[in-house]
Structure formats: C-alpha cells, structure tokens
C-alpha cells in the first residue's frame, strides 16, 4: 500500500486531489497544513517523513503570482527552487518518490507547434525561471521523481481564470480579453485523477511529463467559453497582447504534447472544452 502526502495542500491542485481521495475513498492519502508541512523548514519536513512515511509526495506548494514574482524574485526562488530542491532531498533520504508540479512558462513560447518534454526549456519570466530551477534541483537531488508540466490551471477552489471571468462578467457589459496567446485550458481535477494514476500504476518511469487537456485555446476563446456555457450576458472583445501590458512577458503559443504522459501511463485526456462545463456546473452547484 502506498502512503501518499501532499505538499501544498491548500490550493487548487491539493484541494481537487482532496476531493478525488474522498470521491474514490483514498485513505492512505494525507494532507498536512503548511505549517505542518513547510518545504522551506527542515526540523517541519523531518518530522512530517517520520509521521507519515511517505512512498510517494506530492508537492503542489508553488509561488505562481507570475506578474508579482517579477518584483518578489527572492521569494518565488524559495518556494519554487529552494522548496522544492528541499523536498526532493528528503525524499531521497527516505526513499519516497515524488510527483513535482510544474509549468508550460518553462518555455519561451515562440513558435506554433507542440511542445514535448524534450525541447529547450528558455523561460521568459521570473515564475517560469524559478519553476524551470526548480526541476533541475529536482532531477539532480532525486532519481525518483515525475516531474508533470501543466497549464492554465481552473478548478473550483482558490482564485483561478474562470472564477475570475464569471465575476467581472457578472459585474460589466463589456470585457477585453487577450487573443494573442495560445495554450490549453486545464481542469485541476482532471490533472488530480491523471496523478493518481501515475501513482496507482507502480511504474518507475521516471522523468518529465506534459499535462493539459486537449485542444488549444486563447485567453479570449477560454473566456467566451467560460460565457457561452455559464449564460452569462456579457460582450466579449479580443484584443492583442500589446493593448494589455502586464509586469511579466507570457508565452505566446504554449501548447504542450501530452503523447508521453497517455502512453506511458494509459491516460485518457478531455476536451478542455468538456472539462470546462463539467467544472462550471459543479460551480453552479456549489
């Protein structure tokens, strides 16, 4: 039986991998707070090891304010780098494997054609650098690792794109949403189940691993998705990168190939489009 603890446990991904164990009855699956469970506290991750004695950790703990990491460099390196190069050398030490979260701004984003694990990481932004130095610490600390890049992370819970839209969308009559960048929506929840999976499956086919739900998408397609299947009255403008600066440069066309992740492990990957109403109507519900 597999011992399972995640890290960062109170935010989107750890709250979708919450609501999975109990949908499925997971029991061996455990939660600390992140006091309990700082992965920039030695004397805290000693003693969350000894309690729990994990096979597997999950660290879903990341600094992912992408325009205030520019301004806050030292603390995103911490979190991202540093915590999770912490991690990885406990588990080490204890002979756990571990599943690190990362991201599509590993990459620079400039060329329109699928992205596999193999090309050239070149981030464009402070989040997307400490998150890239974070997966080397990972892979030069621990042999024993998945490392699961995903993008435009939506759920339920915390603050997230689709939260967001439905607000100011209930708020105004008219919104401008950015056209020009391209990736690919992904359900929390989705990403959650395809974790599991990796866990359940036993294998020791370590390395890198792209996750996103299928298809491709712009902020602006994302967001008229959001509108069109909530029903919420609101005109929706495209508008280009330039006539929205932000503190932080974005890729501009982020899709990841998922090809590795689906055979290896048996994966089945939704529509980002049919993984939007299903998180919709849950929301509705809520």
């Known amino acids: ?4 603890v995640v890290f960062g446990a109170s935010g989107q991904l750890g709250n979708c991998l919450k609501a999975f164990a109990e949908k499925n009855k997971a029991d061996l699956i455990y939660f600390p707070s992140e006091t309990e469970a700082n992965i920039l506290d030695d004397d805290a991750l000693n003693q969350v090891f000894e309690k729990y004695k994990p096979t597997y950790s999950i660290n879903c703990a990341a600094y ?4 205030k990491a520019e301004d806050d460099k030292e603390m995103a390196a911490k979190i991202n780098e540093t915590g ?10 204890s002979g756990s494997a571990l599943v690190h979260v990362s991201t599509d701004f590993v990459f620079k984003g400039d060329k329109p054609a699928l992205l596999s694990e193999d090309d050239i990481a070149e981030p464009i932004n402070v989040y997307g650098q400490t998150k890239l130095d974070g997966e080397l610490a990972v892979k030069a600390l621990l042999k024993q690792h998945f490392i699961i890049r995903t993008s435009w992370l939506y759920s339920e819970y915390g603050n997230n794109f689709v939260k967001t839209m439905l607000r100011l969308g209930a ?6 949403i950015i056209a020009d960048q391209a990736g690919t929506p992904t359900y929390a929840m989705d990403l959650a189940a395809a974790i599991m999976q990796v866990i ?7 390395g890198v691993y792209h996750y996103s739900n299928e298809g491709v998408a712009s902020w602006f397609d994302f967001a008229k998705a959001i509108f069109d299947i909530s029903g919420t009255q609101v005109r929706a403008l495209p508008i280009k990168t330039s006539e929205y ?8 066309y982020s899709v990841m190939d998922k090809s590795k992740i689906k055979h290896t492990f048996n994966i089945e990957i939704p529509y980002w489009r049919d993984s939007l109403a299903v998180c919709i109507d849950r929301l ?3």
């Open 200 to 206: 359940s499956s036993g294998s020791t086919a370590y």
């Open 1 to 4: 039986m597999n011992n399972i």
């Open 245 to 252: 600066p932000t503190r932080a440069v974005r890729p501009a």
């Open 64 to 67: 992912t304010a992408v325009d």
């Open 84 to 93: 999770a190069a912490n991690l990885a050398r406990h588990c080490a030490k």
């Open 171 to 176: 708020e105004r009559d008219e919104l401008k």
């Open 284 to 286: 509705k519900n809520m």
